[in-house]
Each structure stands twice: as structure tokens, then as C-alpha cells.
């Protein structure tokens, strides 16, 4: 069965509302984005934003959904042991290189929903994301007969973990994407493998301080 071929028009204008979306997010915040306000914003008229979406909270989801779906893609290409080989070589791990290249691709929402003016339910998302597609995999590793023997708890760990990297992508966006993905990446890989104290070379990953 042959795909329908992708409409221009459609896309135009689902770009332009997206802009429009954006730029009003971060003059108002959406609470206050009305329907009125997006199309005369895009130059679209009502009727065609109707087409596409019930209201301003539908056209939202809908960007999120679009994200998220794409992460989750590349997400299921993570392998954790192939994480800790790229660590070990101090090279970033392909894997977050693509996830951080999509996110900078989208850096105009992204950056938006992960910042102040931005949705908490989206970032809380991401945080799920990030704990089924990578963190479970890691604590799943761990033997059961290991499982009471962890420092922390682990829902402690995979929370810890999880928000650590959502700051670094907040971080990141907050400084205008300085660094490009894979500097980034590295970051991420780094502080996944070794733990944060580790990471700075203050302290051996074995757990010692240095002299």
C-alpha cells in the first residue's frame, strides 16, 4: 500500500502555527494563547487551524507527541553496556549524540517546554522516558540477590539519575546550546557512568578520594 504523499501546504502550516505557538509561549506562557491569537500570529485563518487541531491544548500534545515519539525511537537503540564501553574509551555515546541532535533540532520548543514558561507535565514525560529507555535497562543488570546490597534504594537511583540529566539538558538549553551535541553527549556519558563526584576527578570511581 503506497503512503499518501505529504501535503506542503499542511506542513507549511502546521510550522507556521508551531512558530506562532512558540513565540506567544514565550510572551504570555500558554494559559493565556487563544485560538484568535495563534492564527493571527501565523497568518492562518480559523477555519484551517480547525482542520488540524480541537484548540490550543491539542496543538501542543500534538508537538509533544511528535518529540516524544522520535526520542522513544531512538531511546530503544540504547544499549547500557555499549554506554559504559563508550565511558571507558571517553568517547560520547552515539546513541545520546542522536537523542541531543533531535533535541536541537527542535531547540525553539524543546528549550521553551523544559524552561520556566514551559509545561511540567512535558518535562515529567521526558523524565519517564529517559527512566524506560535507559535507567530501568541499568538497574535491571543488577542481580536480584545484588538488589539490597545498593548504596541507595533503587527508585532513589533512577530518580537521582533521571533529573540529574534532565538538568544538564535545561542547563543547556538555558545557555544557548554553546556546546554542540556531542560535547554534550560526553558530558552525559561521563556522568552516567562515573556518578557526578567521579565525573569532576576529584574522586576515583571506585568510590576513594584522591590524595
Not at 22 to 34: A, K, N, P, Q, S
Not at 97 to 121: H, T, Y
Request: charge should be neutral; include cysteine; hydrophobic fraction near 40%.
Amino acid at each position: 500500500m503506497k503512503e499518501k504523499p505529504v501535503d506542503r501546504r499542511t506542513l507549511r502550516t502546521k510550522k507556521l502555527l508551531r512558530q506562532a505557538l512558540v513565540e506567544l509561549m514565550e510572551e504570555h506562557g500558554l494559559e493565556r494563547i487563544t485560538v484568535s491569537q495563534l492564527t493571527e500570529r501565523a497568518d492562518v485563518n480559523r477555519g484551517t487551524f480547525y482542520l488540524h487541531y480541537k484548540d490550543v491544548t491539542d496543538l501542543l500534545q500534538q508537538i509533544q507527541e511528535e518529540v516524544l515519539g522520535k526520542l522513544s525511537e531512538i531511546g530503544d537503540e540504547i544499549d547500557v553496556r555499549d554506554l559504559m564501553r563508550a565511558a571507558e574509551r571517553d568517547e560520547p555515546y552515539q546513541a545520546i549524540v542522536k537523542i541531543l541532535e533531535l533535541w536541537q533540532r527542535n531547540a525553539d520548543f524543546c528549550g521553551l517546554m523544559l524552561g520556566p514558561r514551559g509545561d511540567p507535565s512535558f518535562v515529567l514525560r521526558v523524565k519517564g522516558l529517559m527512566q524506560a529507555k535507559l535507567f530501568n535497562k541499568l538497574s535491571d543488570m543488577i542481580p536480584p540477590e545484588q538488589q539490597d546490597k545498593l548504596h541507595v534504594p533503587r527508585e532513589y537511583l533512577i530518580a537521582f539519575v533521571s533529573s540529574a540529566n534532565v538538568g544538564v539538558l535545561q542547563h543547556w538549553f538555558a545557555s544557548g546550546c554553546r556546546q554542540t551535541p556531542r560535547e554534550v553527549a560526553l558530558i552525559m556519558t561521563r556522568l552516567i557512568n562515573y556518578g557526578p563526584l567521579a565525573s569532576t576527578g576529584l574522586v576515583k570511581s571506585g568510590g576513594s578520594s584522591k590524595p
